[in-house]
Nanobody, 114 residues
Framework: QVQLVESGGGLVQAGGSLRLSCAASGRTFSNYVMGWFRQAPGKEREFVAIINSSGGRTSYTDSVKGRFTISRDNAKNTVYLQMNSLKPEDTAVYSC???????WGQGTQVTVSS
């Protein structure tokens, strides 16, 4: 059993920054491909970013490219999402996910005011 716990969400003005963290339990974190997803009110959950097990490869949805950075620290069993130049349309619940499993975090709310 793996648990994912997100933190770092909050209320920020447009143009501001937040850093989300997702801490994972278990001893095999370094084997996991990790991703961040988000779900805005009334919308489907959407992909935000993905990082491979070593952290050497990343990919982003077009709307966040150049503003968000996904990273990981395998020694701390943690994946991060640095979010800069935030926009009101980034408002959503952000969740981390272990690819090829059913493991999801509970989510953390990010609200960007205009």
């Amino acid at each position: 059993q793996v648990q994912l716990v997100e933190s770092g969400g909050g209320l920020v003005q447009a143009g501001g920054s937040l850093r989300l963290s997702c801490a994972a339990s278990g001893r095999t974190f370094s084997n996991y491909v990790m991703g961040w997803f988000r779900q805005a009110p009334g919308k489907e959950r959407e992909f935000v970013a993905i990082i491979n097990s070593s952290g050497g490869r990343t990919s982003y949805t077009d709307s966040v490219k150049g503003r968000f950075t996904i990273s990981r620290d395998n020694a701390k069993n943690t994946v991060y999402l640095q979010m800069n130049s935030l926009k009101p349309e980034d408002t959503a619940v952000y969740s981390c996910h272990i690819y090829n499993t059913d493991y999801w975090g509970q989510g953390t709310q990010v609200t960007v005011s205009s």
